[in-house]
């Protein structure tokens, strides 16, 4: 969001109405008009963080920037402002999630009130030297930049810098002052304009990141209904129309397991001897239970023991306690209950019309909500730690501090030094894995986990 409220402290109440109604996570504004006399508390909003820069030789300007608690990591990038004389102010974002192909979003809130043609100069040149420090600083960085820009022409910069300007409708009269520069424009909706903030004499622009909010509202005042398809009328193989419901799912759930069944297991696996001078496994903590609960999205579906995450969420403060003591005692046990093995499991096409109930569907399993919880535990205590001390130093995916793009620069570096002036040639073969992850001899799988440094309790 990006506004020129013409002084904010009186106009902080309706300020902060809209910004809880329009649920602003990143929000910038110009012409402040604050001193270094009027405290944050003046104009702190519930549930946001202010950033701000006050002109300190006259009357107006003056420049902040609101992020809301939960969206952001922050860090304010000072240095990419070189003077005083710019009214410019710099932060560094962690959002999450963040777009792939981005290390962070740097964003910047701008105040240009000059005309004349030097102050455009120098101003056009102080972008392109902060734009160019931020980049140097984190490549591969998502920028925005939003402001009041006057008649800035900023045309130069949009080039050099591949940003898009975004703000479609006037913003003061018949004008555009208010921009929004940026280089990721196609992970938003296209803005909106609302009416400015009491007697100022320019529109609030907000561009929102989430416009599928806005349709599932309109669906819901209307009554329409989302409807993609019934399944059976999608399936073109002879005879299915006439089948029952029981007998479809049946023929599916046959066609699902038809590659599986050469590893299904004639009978359980043994569990792995445990020494009597084993240490016991320390337990999952009641406060870590909260923190993975609290954390749930309350829109994800539930699984076959149909508790819904809002569920767990809402009440995780009594439900911790219980839920700790059962994953603790199925650890002390090395036995799953059964519950958490279950699994809802949907058919989903991978195209249209399916022809090869094998080739043309792909099974979605939804497991219990809190099997993932348990998941997260032993995954993050035991698995995980076990598997990065053995890894290939050339691994790069799901390790941390790591990308696919260290990876291709990794890549590219070994061939450039391999060919370079010796007329050498380089080969690359991709590998692609049918159905890697469940097509497992779980056998197999168990011998080389002994390997791992991981509990056998765990394993087992």
């Not at 930049?145 to 006037?170: M, N, P, T, Y």
């Not at 803005?191 to 609030?204: A, C, E, N, R």
């Not at 299904?264 to 999952?284: A, F, G, N």
């Amino acid at each position: 969001m990006v506004t020129n409220v013409m002084s904010l402290v009186p106009k902080i109440d309706e300020v902060q109405e809209f910004f809880h109604r329009s649920k602003a996570g990143l929000v910038f504004i110009t012409e402040t008009w604050l001193k270094s006399s009027i405290q944050d508390s003046v104009i702190d909003i519930s549930g946001y963080t202010i950033l701000r820069k006050d002109r300190s030789l006259d009357n107006h300007g003056g420049i902040c920037i609101y992020l809301k608690d939960d969206a952001f990591k922050y860090n304010r990038l000072d240095e990419l402002s070189c003077c005083d004389e710019h009214e410019t102010l710099w932060v560094q974002l962690r959002p999450s999630p963040l777009p792939r192909g981005f290390s962070s979003l740097i964003a910047a809130v701008i105040y240009h009130p000059f005309w004349s043609k030097p102050e455009n100069d120098l101003m056009r040149d102080h972008l392109f030297k902060s734009f160019s420090l931020a980049e140097s600083k984190s490549p591969n960085c998502a920028l925005t930049v939003a402001g009041d820009f006057i008649r800035l022409d900023v045309k130069s910069i949009q080039r050099h810098f591949r940003l898009k300007q975004i703000v479609e409708k006037s913003t003061r009269k018949n004008a555009i002052l208010d921009l929004v520069l940026t280089n990721f424009h196609e992970f938003y909706g296209t803005p909106q304009s609302f009416p400015p903030f009491g007697l100022s004499d320019h529109d609030t622009s907000v561009k929102d990141d989430n416009p599928k909010l806005w349709w599932k509202e309109v669906k819901r005042l209307c009554g329409a209904k989302s409807h993609s398809g019934d399944l059976k009328h999608q399936i073109q193989i002879e005879g299915v129309k006439h089948l029952s419901d029981q007998d479809l799912a049946n023929m599916i759930n046959k066609a699902l397991l038809e590659p599986l069944e050469e590893y299904r297991l004639t009978q359980p696996l043994v569990k792995i001897p445990i020494e009597i001078d084993t240490p016991d496994l320390h337990e999952i903590s009641e406060l870590r239970i909260l923190r993975l609960l609290s954390k749930l999205n309350p829109s994800k579906a539930s699984g076959p023991d149909e508790v819904p995450n809002w569920l767990l969420k809402e009440f995780a403060d009594f439900l911790a306690f219980p839920v700790s003591k059962i994953m603790n005692a199925s650890l002390r046990e090395q036995c799953l209950p059964h519950m958490r093995k279950l699994a809802d499991v949907t058919p989903l096409r991978k195209r249209k019309p399916v022809e090869d109930l094998m080739k043309d569907l792909r099974p979605i399993s939804l497991t219990a909500c809190l099997s993932k919880v348990a998941e997260e535990c032993v995954v993050s205590d035991y698995v995980k730690p076990a598997v990065l001390r053995v890894l290939d130093p050339n691994q790069y995916r799901l390790v941390p501090n790591s990308s696919a793009t260290q990876a291709l620069i990794h890549m590219i570096h070994r061939w450039a030094q391999a060919t370079d002036g010796n007329g050498a040639t380089v080969r690359a073969t991709r590998y692609d894995y049918r159905k890697a992850f469940d097509l497992k001899d779980h056998d197999i799988l168990v011998r080389k986990l002994t390997v791992l440094e991981i509990p056998k309790q765990i394993i087992n």
